[in-house]
């Protein structure tokens, strides 16, 4: 059982890092929607340890939501705007990251080591192999902030956000084995609609600005 | 009492499925926002004259004194806004969005559960988001999407603190309800320390403090009057709220020292920060924007001077909150009878333009802190308090900013109010090539009432003096 845990919670880190490493959009897509098939992955195994029976739809939740739903949303609308800007454009696709992607991996593991720094003397002399991993919770929630800061595309952003939040559900699980069903379900809820919202603010971007890059964005300053 | 509870952020969720699903006539989309904020300050003021707390839903929803107080801001804030605020051309969509933010800041105000309370406040995000955007310019965009995105990661970094609270809650019984958490039964030190200062990190960029504030010009800025006047007046004091309930539980875990820095810090830099961009403003809404900042950054320091701090910054938050709405709302006028929000050309409005610029000047003065209004008790107040409480450096140089600000304020307004027309000046909207929003006029007696509330409040020591010191007792569950 510790070993596909620990298999789950290597997945979530290597998946946070390719989505900083990756140029491709499309390409980081799928990277986060692996990385939503692994995060099920370990709430299942949390599951299994507790046996407790909502738990499963929690397992399910996530499943349905990170591993297939946010992602294939992604997908369809980097498809529609291949399809607003002429087909297969290939500046669309490729993300312009403000490091290259070596110094991003440097900086990632740097950010990881800091977060096994800080939080792993918080947690006290645990024997729990689940609560052991929770700096890797947050040292996924950091590579997030990275792939958010370095990244101009909208969907990149996105796909930043995504990690962030599934760094911080891996925390919930890590540390107490989940937030309780109805904040699970109601934040679950939030993220859906704050994912379709900026989708539509997306394909705005791109009517307005001709462009989907948000460091672009500069029209409002003091 | 209990029934009431549900009632407040349910009666405005109610409106918003209502306004959004049925099609109604112009007149019902134009005051159904205004039924709502009537709705939630109703219920607030019931609950305001209760013996005790009140809960429902099996715990998960509790309204104590300071919630009653929470409930009536908004109600109150929300009136002023939308009935001086709105007008007949209010879509269906853009009403029963209206209805839903102010009914998810309601249930972030009357839930005892750090979860809910972060979900109802990110929810507010995403009732504001197409708000905001609402005018559909590039402005009004490029706003929205920092809003949603700055916004999200902020609120993502509290629940990130919310997670850690909850895990420190583990082992002696797993609890999100503040109420439990601020009992301090055995909860894990270390995990409370890191998560209560992400929470209130994370809560402190939706009450815009500094340096977490970047989004809140922007958004203030590109929003139609309505939404300004009630994000500017009460979604960042609901967000403060949140931080003042954290702040409860790291208090009785760790003792006052580390809220009580980090949000001195906030609130002083906040300060800071519009003080030194107040001075360039060029626009009157962002000017108004960054107003906010300073005033949630004094805020920010009466919640770190602490509990005896509380009633002023309670005051406060109605004071500034009704002042701000009557400002944002006479700006929204302002735009739509000159075409333009630029400090550079709107000049002599006292002149040109009375009926809009005499409440405004009423307006400011109140809020850069003249007696008789609201604002200037809350702050003396405040400085009294944080000096006793030995935050005598704290207080010093938030007054030496104050005086930056307020110097810039005038500065802005007296070319504004009395200064001579320039050659653009006589220049009509329509020639601007602007798209002229919203009507330059509009019922000038919510806006009336809310400048004479914020006289009078303070004066009724007797009712009000007891339910602030009821809802700052509250806080530390001592009622």
């Given at each position: 059982m510790n070993v596909i845990l620990d298999l789950c919670a290597g997945a979530l880190l290597v998946t946070a890092l390719l989505t900083v490493w990756r140029r491709s959009q499309r390409g980081v897509v799928r990277v986060i929607a692996v990385q939503g098939v692994a995060l099920a992955g370990l709430v299942a195994v949390v599951a299994a340890r507790t046996g407790d029976a909502n738990d499963l739809l929690v397992v399910a939740l996530v499943l349905l939501l990170k591993g297939i739903v946010l992602p294939w949303l992604l997908d369809r609308r980097l498809a529609s705007l291949g399809a607003l800007s002429g087909v297969g454009a290939p500046a669309l696709d490729d993300d312009a990251p403000l490091l290259n992607p070596t110094a991003t991996v440097v900086f990632a593991a740097v950010l990881s080591i800091g977060a096994y720094a800080v939080v792993t003397p918080l947690?006290?002399?645990?024997?729990d192999p689940a609560v052991r991993l929770t700096p890797l919770g947050v040292a996924v929630v950091l590579i997030g902030l990275l792939a958010m800061s370095t990244r101009g595309r909208a969907i990149s952003q996105l796909v930043g956000f995504l990690v962030l939040d599934n760094g911080i559900a891996a925390v919930a699980f890590f540390s107490s084995g989940g937030v309780p069903l109805l904040v699970e379900f109601a934040s679950s809820f939030d993220l859906l609609l704050v994912v379709v919202i900026l989708q539509v603010f997306t394909v705005r971007l791109k009517a307005a600005f001709g462009d989907t890059d948000v460091r672009r964005l500069k029209e409002l300053h003091d | 009492m209990p029934v009431l509870v549900p009632l407040a952020p349910g009666l405005a969720l109610l409106i918003a499925a209502l306004v959004a699903a049925v099609p109604t006539p112009a007149t019902v989309r134009r005051w159904a926002p205004v039924a709502a904020s009537v709705a939630v300050g109703a219920v607030g003021a019931v609950l305001l004259t209760a013996s005790g707390p009140a809960t429902a839903l099996a715990g998960v929803l509790r309204a104590d004194s300071l919630s009653a107080w929470m409930l009536v801001t908004i109600g109150s804030v929300g009136v002023v806004s939308t009935w001086a605020g709105l007008d007949r051309d209010t879509g269906r969509g853009y009403a029963a969005l209206l209805c839903a933010f102010l009914g998810a800041m309601s249930l972030a105000v009357v839930a005892d559960n750090l979860g809910i309370v972060w979900v109802a406040i990110e929810a507010t995000t995403i009732a504001t988001a197409f708000l905001v955007a609402h005018y559909g310019t590039r402005g009004a965009l490029e706003a929205a999407w920092k809003y949603v995105v700055l916004g999200s990661v902020g609120i993502a970094i509290a629940f990130l603190g919310v997670v850690l609270i909850y895990a420190a809650s583990v082992r002696s019984g797993p609890t999100l309800s503040w109420l439990v958490l601020s009992g301090d039964h055995g909860l894990d030190h270390g995990l409370v320390r890191l998560g209560a200062a992400l929470a209130v990190l994370g809560f402190a960029t939706k009450a815009g403090l500094a340096p977490m504030h970047s989004w809140l010009p922007d958004a203030h800025g590109q929003a139609p009057a309505a939404v300004s006047g009630l994000m500017s007046g009460v979604l960042l004091a609901v967000a403060l709220y949140a931080i003042v309930r954290v702040q409860a539980i790291a208090d009785a875990v760790l003792g006052t020292g580390l809220m009580r820095i980090e949000l001195a810090v906030l609130g002083l830099l906040s300060i800071a920060v519009a003080a030194a961009l107040e001075w360039r403003q060029r626009d009157l809404k962002r000017m108004l924007a960054y107003s906010s900042i300073e005033h949630m950054g004094v805020m920010a320091l009466g919640v770190a001077i602490g509990p005896t701090a509380l009633p002023a910054v309670l005051l406060y938050m109605l004071a500034h909150g009704l002042i701000k709405a009557s400002l944002f709302v006479l700006s929204g006028r302002l735009l739509a009878a000159e075409g333009t929000t630029s400090l550079a050309v709107m000049r002599a409005l006292l002149g040109r333009r009375p009926a809009i610029a005499v409440p405004w000047l009423a307006a400011l003065a109140g809020l850069i802190g003249?007696?008789?209004?609201?604002i200037f008790f809350a702050e003396l107040a405040i400085a009294i308090a944080g000096w006793r409480a030995g935050l005598g450096w704290a207080v010093l140089v938030a007054l030496g900013l104050l005086c930056l600000v307020f110097t810039a304020l005038v500065r802005l307004a007296i070319p504004m109010l009395f200064g001579t027309p320039t050659?653009?000046?006589?220049?009509?909207p329509d020639d601007r090539g602007a798209t002229p929003h919203g009507a330059?006029?509009?019922?000038?007696l919510p806006i009336g009432l809310a400048l004479a509330a914020c006289v009078v409040v303070p004066f009724l020591g007797g009712p009000v003096g007891a339910a602030l010191s009821d809802a700052a007792a509250a806080v530390t569950g001592s009622r």
């Open positions: 947690l006290g002399d645990t024997g | 003249f007696p008789p209004f609201g050659a653009w000046t006589s220049v009509g330059p006029t509009g019922p000038l």
